[in-house]
């Protein structure tokens, strides 16, 4: 009896798990996708293993998690990444997935919290957050992933420096100051 309560968990679990719907972890498919990341000059492609990029998904925008990274390619891939299929944990075979990409320079820190608690300008970016209808590996015949159609290109984020604000903040306070006289 144990045995086959056994054989009968493992196999539930093994088609819950199956039928989880994929995606194609890339930003360049074909005509379909094309979505090169850059440096913060809007012009310089990320290149290289010293840039990493994350695939955030879940079944909802308020529920994403990390799912897998990759580094970016060289050369003519030069601002292109490609993470294989990634299954997207939560999300039915053929279901909506939500999606986020986040980049970063390792050198600034191992992961992207790292690079963003850095404070350091250039260090970081991501993409805005979108669905793609994931791709069913349990169809028949199976279905291919889902390709990153939503994926848009962006560039890392250019921090201001405190002294910046400062300035700003200076700036306001004198206008402020030269309304109140009139």
């Known amino acids: 009896m144990k045995k086959t309560l056994l054989t009968l968990s493992c196999l539930l679990v093994g088609i819950?798990?199956?039928g989880q719907g994929t995606v194609n972890f890339a930003n360049i498919a074909g005509a379909a996708v094309n979505a090169p990341i850059f440096q913060n000059d809007g012009t310089t492609r990320l290149?290289?293993?010293?840039?990493?990029?994350?695939?955030?998904?879940?079944p909802s925008a308020d529920s994403l998690?990390?799912?897998?990274?990759a580094p970016?390619?060289?050369?003519?891939?030069?601002?292109?990444?490609?993470?294989?299929?990634?299954?997207?944990?939560?999300?039915?075979?053929?279901?909506t997935a939500w999606i986020q990409?986040?980049?970063w320079d390792t050198t600034a820190g191992a992961t992207y919290a790292a690079a963003?608690?850095?404070?350091?300008?250039?260090?970081?970016?991501?993409?805005?957050?979108?669905s793609v209808v994931t791709g069913n590996p349990s169809a028949e015949p199976p279905g291919t992933p889902a390709l990153l159609t939503g994926l848009q290109s962006f560039s890392l984020v250019?921090?201001?420096e405190p002294s910046t604000f400062a300035l700003?903040?200076?700036?306001?306070?004198?206008?402020?100051?030269?309304?109140?006289?009139?």
């Not at 998690?65 to 990274?69: C, N, R, V």
């Not at 963003?116 to 979108?130: E, T």
Request: charged residues 5%.
């Open 47 to 58: 290149a290289g293993a010293q840039y990493q990029v994350q695939l955030l998904a879940g």
């Open 72 to 95: 970016f390619q060289t050369g003519g891939g030069a601002g292109y990444f490609v993470g294989g299929t990634q299954v997207i944990p939560g999300v039915a075979g053929g279901g």
């Open 101 to 103: 990409i986040l980049a």
């Open 116 to 130: 963003l608690a850095s404070g350091l300008d250039n260090v970081y970016g991501f993409s805005s957050v979108f």
């Open 158 to 160: 250019v921090v201001p």
């Open 16 to 18: 819950v798990a199956y």
């Open 168 to 182: 700003a903040g200076l700036g306001l306070a004198g206008l402020l100051l030269f309304r109140r006289r009139k």
């Open 65 to 69: 998690t990390a799912i897998a990274t």
